[in-house]
Protein backbone atom coordinates (compact mmCIF):
# COMPACT_ATOMS: atom_id res chain seq x y z
CA UNK A 1 0.00 0.00 0.00
CA UNK A 2 3.06 2.25 0.47
CA UNK A 3 5.45 2.89 -2.50
CA UNK A 4 8.95 4.25 -1.90
CA UNK A 5 10.94 6.15 -4.61
CA UNK A 6 14.59 7.49 -3.87
CA UNK A 7 16.08 10.23 -5.57
CA UNK A 8 19.27 13.30 -4.89
CA UNK A 9 21.94 10.61 -5.37
CA UNK A 10 25.27 11.50 -7.26
CA UNK A 11 28.95 12.70 -6.97
CA UNK A 12 30.25 14.92 -4.43
CA UNK A 13 33.46 15.70 -3.29
CA UNK A 14 35.06 15.08 0.28
CA UNK A 15 33.59 17.68 2.81
CA UNK A 16 30.69 18.65 0.64
CA UNK A 17 26.87 17.75 0.70
CA UNK A 18 24.20 16.03 -0.38
CA UNK A 19 20.16 15.45 0.19
CA UNK A 20 18.68 12.58 -0.16
CA UNK A 21 15.07 12.61 -0.83
CA UNK A 22 12.27 9.42 -0.43
CA UNK A 23 8.74 10.16 -1.68
CA UNK A 24 5.97 8.01 -0.66
CA UNK A 25 3.06 7.17 -2.35
CA UNK A 26 0.11 5.45 -0.21
CA UNK A 27 -2.53 6.48 1.76
CA UNK A 28 -0.84 5.30 5.43
CA UNK A 29 2.73 6.92 5.33
CA UNK A 30 2.52 8.62 8.91
CA UNK A 31 1.94 5.27 10.51
CA UNK A 32 5.29 4.05 9.25
CA UNK A 33 8.67 4.62 10.86
CA UNK A 34 11.60 5.21 8.14
CA UNK A 35 15.14 4.40 7.83
CA UNK A 36 17.86 4.76 5.65
CA UNK A 37 20.52 1.85 4.86
CA UNK A 38 23.51 1.56 2.78
CA UNK A 39 25.15 -0.83 1.33
CA UNK A 40 28.77 -0.76 -0.41
CA UNK A 41 30.44 -2.42 -2.52
CA UNK A 42 31.33 -6.10 -1.49
CA UNK A 43 29.81 -5.32 2.26
CA UNK A 44 26.69 -5.67 4.03
CA UNK A 45 24.15 -3.62 4.43
CA UNK A 46 24.01 -1.42 7.35
CA UNK A 47 21.68 0.77 9.12
CA UNK A 48 22.66 4.77 8.89
CA UNK A 49 19.61 6.52 9.96
CA UNK A 50 15.98 5.89 11.43
CA UNK A 51 13.02 8.21 12.30
CA UNK A 52 9.49 7.37 14.19
CA UNK A 53 5.98 7.79 12.07
CA UNK A 54 5.76 10.83 14.89
CA UNK A 55 9.03 12.31 13.64
CA UNK A 56 9.81 13.13 17.51
CA UNK A 57 12.74 10.76 17.93
CA UNK A 58 15.46 9.70 15.60
CA UNK A 59 18.24 7.55 15.77
CA UNK A 60 21.98 7.30 14.10
CA UNK A 61 24.99 4.94 13.50
CA UNK A 62 27.90 6.27 14.98
CA UNK A 63 29.89 6.62 12.10
CA UNK A 64 27.18 9.50 10.44
CA UNK A 65 26.56 11.01 13.95
CA UNK A 66 26.96 14.86 13.65
CA UNK A 67 26.96 15.01 10.17
CA UNK A 68 23.81 13.30 8.77
CA UNK A 69 20.19 14.28 9.61
CA UNK A 70 17.07 12.57 8.78
CA UNK A 71 13.65 14.25 8.58
CA UNK A 72 10.71 13.86 7.10
CA UNK A 73 7.30 15.91 6.27
CA UNK A 74 3.58 14.13 5.12
CA UNK A 75 5.02 12.87 1.94
CA UNK A 76 9.06 12.30 1.76
CA UNK A 77 11.55 11.13 4.26
CA UNK A 78 14.91 12.92 4.11
CA UNK A 79 18.39 12.35 4.53
CA UNK A 80 21.04 15.16 4.70
CA UNK A 81 24.65 14.43 4.60
CA UNK A 82 27.15 17.19 5.34
CA UNK A 83 31.09 16.30 5.36
CA UNK A 84 30.77 13.15 2.89
CA UNK A 85 33.68 11.02 3.26
CA UNK A 86 34.87 8.64 0.60
CA UNK A 87 33.42 5.83 2.96
CA UNK A 88 30.17 7.21 2.85
CA UNK A 89 30.06 5.86 -1.20
CA UNK A 90 27.65 3.28 -1.05
CA UNK A 91 23.79 2.68 -2.93
CA UNK A 92 21.67 4.29 -0.19
CA UNK A 93 17.76 2.62 0.41
CA UNK A 94 14.88 4.24 1.88
CA UNK A 95 12.89 1.55 4.38
CA UNK A 96 9.60 1.90 5.68
CA UNK A 97 8.77 -0.55 8.60
CA UNK A 98 4.73 -0.43 10.05
CA UNK A 99 3.66 -3.89 12.34
CA UNK A 100 4.70 -6.94 10.39
CA UNK A 101 5.25 -4.78 6.58
CA UNK A 102 8.53 -4.18 5.97
CA UNK A 103 8.76 -1.73 2.02
CA UNK A 104 12.11 -0.65 0.28
CA UNK A 105 12.66 1.56 -2.29
CA UNK A 106 14.79 0.67 -5.36
CA UNK A 107 18.23 2.75 -3.82
CA UNK A 108 20.18 5.29 -4.94
CA UNK A 109 23.84 5.50 -5.62
CA UNK A 110 26.13 8.32 -3.61
CA UNK A 111 29.79 8.37 -4.90
CA UNK A 112 32.20 10.56 -2.26
CA UNK A 113 35.67 11.03 -4.43
CA UNK A 114 39.14 12.23 -2.36
Known amino acids: QVQLVESGGGLALAGGSLRLSCAAS????????MGWFRQAPKKEREFVAGIMGSGGHTTYADSVKGRFTISRDNRKVYLQMNGLKSEDTAIYYC?????????WGQGTQVTVSS
Open 95 to 103: QGRYGTVEI
Open 26 to 33: GRTFSSYA
